[in-house]
C-alpha cells in the first residue's frame, strides 16, 4: 500500500506564496500520475494541477501562470508551489498518485491514493 503525507498548508495573505509537499511512502512498483487537488467550503474537489513520472504538466485555468507543480522522482515527492495567492485560493488541498502494486501483492491494476489534506487559507 501507498501513503501519502502532505505539509507546507497555512495562513499567508493575499499575493503571499506557499510551497505544498506530498511524499509517498510505502510498497509499490512505480507511482505514475501525481496531482494536487483542492476543496473549498461548499464546494466540490477539483483538480488544481498534475504531473506525470515523465513530466508533462497539465493546470487549471485559474492557477495558470501562478502555481507550479513539479516531483522529484527519486524521493517520490510532488510539489506545489503557489504564488500570487487569492483569497479564492482558500481551501484543503489534497495530493493524489496513481501508482502500480508490486507485482508479489498479488494486486495487479493501477490503484489511487489521497492525502489527508492540508490547509491553506489566504487572507485578503
Known amino acids: 500500500q501507498v501513503q501519502l503525507a502532505e505539509s507546507g498548508g497555512g495562513l499567508v495573505q493575499a499575493g503571499g506564496s506557499l510551497r505544498l509537499s506530498c511524499a509517498a511512502s510505502g510498497s509499490f512498483s512505480s507511482i505514475n500520475d501525481m496531482g494536487w487537488y483542492r476543496q473549498a467550503p461548499g464546494k466540490q474537489r477539483e483538480q488544481v494541477a498534475s504531473?506525470?513520472?515523465?513530466?508533462?504538466?497539465k493546470y487549471a485555468d485559474s492557477v495558470k501562470g501562478r502555481f507550479t507543480i513539479s516531483r522529484d522522482n527519486a524521493k517520490n515527492t510532488v510539489y506545489l508551489q503557489m504564488g500570487s495567492l487569492k483569497p479564492e485560493d482558500t481551501a484543503v488541498y489534497y495530493c493524489?498518485?496513481?501508482?502500480?502494486?508490486?507485482?508479489?501483492?498479488?494486486?495487479?491494476?493501477?490503484?489511487?491514493?489521497w492525502g489527508q489534506g492540508t490547509l491553506v487559507t489566504v487572507s485578503s
Open positions: 504531473i506525470t513520472s515523465g513530466g508533462p504538466t
Open positions: 493524489n498518485a496513481g501508482y502500480v502494486p508490486k507485482k508479489e501483492s498479488g494486486i495487479i491494476g493501477y490503484l489511487g491514493v
